[in-house]
């Protein structure tokens, strides 16, 4: 034990954290949740404010430094929200990266949410490969809100209609501005037969 804090403690010295490396180093379940402002809208509901610098820290180092513990303190903040607003079965489904951008990252940080926030839920399971990106897109950051809306028209598309049909859904993204992605998955699924669809945000 001691023999690993000395290793860590080598490491900062050689690679000195970034500050939000840090910040998620030291924060804690009890400490995010305090964090937590469910807002619901027509489209989404979103469980913090991208405001907070915690839940930003959190975010940047899951998305660009696939950090575990990021993932695990924001996947249980969503498996304690699931659990507290559904009591049937529902399917999540983690927005999908276009391949290219799976290809250049090596992971969808979507996903890695979902898979905590459903270990403990038995009447919620998850769909990874229903919902593709079949096009690739400019980043919504990079745009404006007129360009961010029109930017996701017809990105998804289905494999497997015959999945759809009368089952209830929850999308879920990470951070969302506009809900263009969203709003867009969510009509692919109705319009192929969804009983209902959800959309979560981590973040707004």
């Given amino acids: ?14 690679f000195p954290p970034s500050a939000d490396e840090l910040c998620v180093r030291n924060l804690s379940y ?3 949740m305090h964090h937590m402002s469910i807002t619901d809208t027509a489209y989404a509901t979103y469980l913090f404010s991208y405001k907070n610098k915690k839940v930003r820290a959190l975010l940047w180092q899951l998305k660009y430094k696939n950090d575990t513990k ?16 559904y009591k049937t079965p ?36 998850i769909e990874k490969k229903l919902l593709i990106r079949s096009a690739h897109t400019k980043p919504q950051t990079k745009l404006g809100r007129l360009e961010r809306l029109t930017n996701m028209r017809g990105v998804f598309t289905l ?34 037969g969804a009983a209902s669809v959800d959309c979560i945000a981590i973040a707004h």
């Fill in 30 to 32: 009890s400490d995010l």
């Fill in 90 to 125: 529902h399917i999540l489904i983690p927005l999908p990266l276009s391949r290219t951008r799976f290809l250049e990252r090596g992971y969808n940080q979507v996903e890695s949410i979902a898979d905590v926030a459903a270990r403990h839920i038995p009447y919620i399971s």
């Fill in 1 to 14: 034990m001691y023999f690993s804090k000395y290793i860590s403690l080598c490491i900062d010295l050689l």
């Fill in 159 to 192: 494999a497997d209609h015959t999945q759809i049909d009368n089952k209830a859904f929850i999308l879920l993204d990470d951070v969302t501005t506009t809900g263009a992605s969203l709003r867009e998955a969510r009509d692919t699924l109705l319009s192929a």
């Fill in 70 to 85: 990021a993932a695990e303190l924001l996947g249980t903040a969503l498996r304690d929200y699931l659990a507290s607003r």
